[in-house]
C-alpha cells in the first residue's frame, strides 16, 4: 500500500456517505437474484397468472384424472355386465339336482327326537314336526332358496361394486399426484432450454451483442427460437458496429479539416498579419476550433472504448492512478482541490491507453466538477485495491449535490448534467464518462456512481482481476 497525499497532511475520511454500503447490498441483491431466479408464482396485476410449468402440470394430472376417471367408469359398467350374465348360473347351481316337488328335512335341534314327517302335497310345507325345531319356512322350498340365493347375489354383487369403487377411487388419486410430479418434472425438462434463452434476452444488451446463445439439443421449437434469437443478434451486431464505424470514420475524416483550420488561422495571428479589429473575431474562431478538436478526439476515444482492446496486457490500476493524479495535479491545486490516494495493487488486464484514459477522466472529472468546504478546499480521494475477485478504482470528490435520479444520465453521451454541478466549472465535451463506461465494458468490468449526501459522486470502476 502506498499512501501520498498533495498540500494537506490530513487524509479525508468520505466514508460516512454509506455508498460502498449500498452498493454492496445492490451486489448482494443482484446475486441472490441470478442464483435463486424468478419466483413461480408472481403477481405484476390482473393479467398476471400462472407459470407456464405449473400450467403444464395442472393439465398433465387433469388429462391423467379424466382418463382415469373414464376407464374407473367403463371397469364399472363391465364388471356390473359380468355379474349379472353370471348371476343365473350362480343362483341355480347348487339346486339344480333337486326336483322342483323335494321337500327338505327340517333342521333338528342337537338332542331334540326325530319324528318321521307326513306326506303332504307337493310344494306345501309342513309343520315341524320336531317341538323346538329350528325350521325356516324359506329354506324349505326350492322356489324360495333359489329366491333367497338370488337376493343374496344381488347383496354381494352390490358389495364388490361399492367395494371396486372405492379402492379404484384411492388407486385414482394416488395415481393422480404422481403423475403431478412426473408432469412437474417433464415440465421443468422440457423448459430448461427456454430458461435459457430467457436468461440470455436479459443478460444481452447493445454493450455485448457478440454473445450467442448457441444451444444445443433436438430441433425443436425451441431450438427454432434459440437460433432465430442468435440471428437477430447478428443483425443488431453488426448495425452497432457499422454505427461505430461511421462515428469513428466521420471523426477521422473531421481530424484533418480542423487541423488545417487552426493553422490557417494560428500563422497570420503568429506572423502580426491580423489587424487589430479583427484579432478578436480570429481568436473566437481559435477557441471555436479547439473545442472542435477535443470533441472530434473524444468521438474517436469513445469509438475506440466501444470496440474494445486488440490485445491484452497485463497492467496495475494503482499506476494508472496515481499518472492521472499526477497529470491532473497543478489544475487540483490551483483550483484548491486537495487529492488524497490510497493506492493498494488492482492488477487487471486490458489496453493500457484505454485504461488510463479511464483513469485520467475520472480525476478529471473530479478536478473539475469540485466545490470548496467551508475550510476553502474542495476534496478528492482516489484508491485502487482488490475486491474480491475484481481489481477496484474509486473516485470520490466533494462537489456539488447531484439527485441521485440523475446520476445514470451522467453516463449518456453530452450529458454535462444540471446548472449547479457546471457552475464554475470548465466546459467539457460531455463524453468524459460515457468513454469510462465503453471502455469498462469493452473490458469486461463494471462502472457505478452514487451521489453523495454532503454533495459531489462517488465512481467506481472493477474490472476483472489478472
Known sequence: MTRHEADDPRPWDPGHDETAGDEAGHDEAAHHEAVDGPEEWEDHGPGRGLRIR??????????????????????????????????AAVTTAPYAVFPADTILQPVVPPGAEAVPASPAAPGVVPASPIPGADVDVGKTSTVALRRAAEDGFVSFKTLVLNALVGQSL????????????????????????LHTVTAAARRISERNLDDRLALHGPEDEIKELA????????????????????????????????????????IPLAEGRVPDDLRPSIERSLRATARSERLVGSLLLLAKGQQGP???????????AGEAVDMYRAEAAAAG????????????????????????????????????DGQGRGRIQVTTG??????????????????????????????RGTAARLAGTKAGTGLGLSIVRAVVDSHGGNVAAEARTEGGLAVTVRLPMA
Open 170 to 193: 384411492l388407486a385414482l388419486a394416488v395415481l393422480v399426484l404422481i403423475a403431478a410430479a412426473l408432469g412437474w418434472w417433464m415440465a421443468g425438462r422440457s423448459l430448461i432450454r
Open 386 to 415: 482488490r475486491a474480491g475477485e475484481e481489481a477496484e478504482l474509486r473516485v470520490v470528490n466533494s462537489g456539488p449535490g447531484v439527485d441521485p435520479a440523475d446520476v445514470e444520465e451522467l453516463f449518456e453521451p453530452f450529458h
Open 54 to 87: 405449473t400450467r403444464l402440470t395442472m393439465m398433465y394430472s387433469l388429462v391423467f384424472l379424466a382418463g382415469g376417471a373414464v376407464l374407473l367408469f367403463v371397469q364399472y359398467l363391465a364388471v356390473n355386465r359380468i355379474l349379472g350374465d353370471k348371476s
Open 337 to 372: 482541490v486537495v487529492i488524497t490516494t490510497d493506492l493498494g495493487r488492482a492488477p487487471t488486464s486490458g489496453d493500457p491507453v484505454l485504461l488510463e484514459q479511464v483513469a485520467a477522466n475520472l480525476v478529471q472529472n473530479a478536478v473539475r466538477h469540485n466545490k470548496r
Open 227 to 266: 437460433d432465430t434469437f442468435d440471428a437477430m443478434l447478428g443483425r443488431l451486431d453488426r448495425a452497432f458496429a457499422a454505427n461505430r464505424r461511421f462515428a469513428a470514420n466521420a471523426s477521422h475524416e473531421l481530424r484533418t479539416p480542423l487541423a488545417l483550420q487552426r493553422a490557417s488561422l494560428e
Open 310 to 320: 486488440e490485445r491484452y496486457t497485463e497492467t496495475d490500476l494503482a499506476s494508472l
